[in-house]
């Protein structure tokens, strides 16, 4: 009976880890989904984070093109790491999700105009909904992590 039990627990683990990991890709690839399309239709909106001056005849700046090759390698980095399950990459992973949040009451007081709207209204509301995916990412990183172990690989055993 233990072994049937112990078996059960692995597979229900071993599948959490496939969903969890194949979440994570999916939101990174709809991220650079997204970064791509703001790059095609708001490149204004890589010049004001990067608070660059702004000719209107050079829409693609070469510090734009710079700044969003990095932020893909970056992607990748994140995602190759996420394939192979480094452990560290979890834990930086875990910690950036459930400090997402924080981003939601900032948009909030950009939104009602207290702090300075450097982006259109329409992104900071993007930004903050992409915020409430990342926590919930993160709380079900934390939930497995409990049951599981870091990418659901098992959990070290207690000597209880």
Known sequence: MVS????????????AGRALQR????????TVALLLALYAVAPSIYVQTLMLDFDPADAHPLAI????????????????G??????????LIIIAFLAAPLGIPAGILQLMGILPILQPAWYVLLRMATSVVECALGVWMLLIWRRCGVWAQGRMPHNN
């Open 82 to 91: 996420v394939i192979r399950r480094w452990r560290w990459l979890y834990w």
């Open 23 to 30: 979440a994570i890709i999916a939101f990174f690839t709809l």
């Open 4 to 15: 049937v039990t112990k078996t059960t627990e692995v597979t229900d683990c071993q599948r």
């Open 65 to 80: 093109n710079l700044f969003l090759v990095a932020l893909l390698l970056f992607i990748a980095t994140i995602v190759v």
